[in-house]
């Protein structure tokens, strides 16, 4: 069992940037992806993008490629998304997730966070 917590959402203006954290604890996290997804009322929870824990390697969706950073502090169980130059189309509830491989479909995550709200307005 991975218990996920984010924390870190908010409203900013747009042009902004906010930093969302998920810390994972309960089994060994080290052989996990760790990915974070959105969703807007209405619509299908979107990929934002992943990272291997172990290989620190990260991917990410094209709708956010050069603005957002994943990255994790292994010392502290701890993924990030370093949110930059934010749109209004950015706004959603961001989730982060794990898995042990890495998917765009949220079917391939087996643990959730709670989620946390970010507003961008214009």
């Known amino acids: 069992q991975v218990l996920l917590v984010e924390s870190g959402g908010g409203l900013v203006q747009a042009g902004g940037s906010l930093r969302l954290s998920c810390v994972a604890s309960?089994?060994?996290?080290?052989?996990?992806?760790m990915s974070w997804f959105r969703q807007t009322p209405g619509k299908e929870r979107e990929f934002v993008g992943a990272?291997?824990?172990?290989?620190?390697?990260?991917y990410y969706a094209d709708s956010v490629k050069g603005r957002f950073t994943i990255s994790r502090d292994n010392a502290k169980n701890t993924g990030y998304l370093q949110m930059n130059s934010l749109k209004p189309e950015d706004t959603a509830v961001y989730y982060c997730?794990?898995?042990?491989?890495?998917?765009?479909?949220?079917?391939?995550?087996?643990?959730w966070g709670q989620g946390t709200q970010v507003t961008v307005s214009s």
């Open positions: 997730a794990a898995g042990q491989s890495w998917s765009k479909s949220r079917n391939g995550y087996a643990y």
């Open positions: 309960g089994r060994t996290f080290s052989s996990y992806y």
């Open positions: 990272i291997s824990w172990l290989r620190d390697i990260t």
